[in-house]
């Protein structure tokens, strides 16, 4: 009798370690990106994209995290997607590093919002 009690916690306890681990290792939903694209943002692209000072009226400005949000196709078209007469490649003065850029286009996959 005690003996069956104990093979059956050991189960339960095996499938709760299971579900558990399982739970957390194919959950790849939920990496957060948007930290990551910002600190790119601000290091390579938010010198020319703003909208103060003498770029103001330039084509995008990268003021906030809404600003960011909001134009997150067009970052990930300017340094993602082939280059072509009317999508030019960013930075304009440089490169991101294939990490960097890999960060932009898993965001822009996940939906390109601030929570992603
Ligand atoms: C050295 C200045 C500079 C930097 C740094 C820079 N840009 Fe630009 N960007 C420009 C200029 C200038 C234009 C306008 C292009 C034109 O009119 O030829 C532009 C245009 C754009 C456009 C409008 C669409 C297009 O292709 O013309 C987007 C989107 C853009 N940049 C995104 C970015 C992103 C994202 C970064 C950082 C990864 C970045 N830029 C870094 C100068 C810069």
Redesign the pocket.
Known sequence: MNRKIHSIISVVCLIVLVACNNNDLTNPGTEKYFPQVKT??EN??A???NSSGSWAG???SFDDDAAIAM?YQ??K???ADPISP???R????GM?TADEIDIIVKWFDKGGKISD
């Open positions: 790119i943002i390579h692209c010198s020319c994209h330039r084509p995008v134009q067009l970052i078209a300017a340094v009317t999508n030019r960013m930075p304009q003065d991101l």
